[in-house]
């Protein structure tokens, strides 16, 4: 079974919004980091926004004020809400979960594409 599985990704237009999901086999988000990346086409993979085991988040530069994660306990599940969306937001989504203790243990879920139209 996958242990993260994304959802919600799409085509949308300029302006637009979309929700992500990423839904964990456990609840694992009190001893796990769980974050969002993306990687678009000719580019690095980037941290877009994430969540610290004990609930801190933080977000880059470029999506602060847009983005939103957050998260829903009971469903094991973790959202990404992307708002007034452009263009360069164009990417493959990737909901992924570190623990650093009492061993390091990183887990990436398939990905979910993102089209932004201008």
């Known amino acids: 079974q996958r242990q993260l599985v994304e959802s919600g990704g799409g085509l949308v237009q300029a302006g637009g919004s979309l929700r992500l999901s990423c839904t964990a086999s456990t609840n694992i988000f009190s001893t796990h980091a769980m974050r969002w990346y993306r990687q678009a086409p000719g580019k690095q993979r980037e941290l877009v926004a994430g969540?610290?085991?004990?609930?801190?988040?933080n977000y880059a530069d470029s999506v602060k004020g847009r983005f939103t994660i957050s998260r829903d306990n009971t469903k094991n599940t973790v959202y990404l809400q992307m708002n007034s969306l452009k263009p360069e937001d164009t990417a493959v989504y990737y909901c992924?979960?570190?623990?650093?203790?009492?061993?390091?243990?990183?887990?990436w879920g398939q990905g979910t594409l993102v089209t932004v139209s201008s």
């Open positions: 992924n979960a570190r623990r650093v203790g009492p061993a390091i243990v990183e887990v």
């Open positions: 969540f610290t085991s004990g609930g801190s988040t």
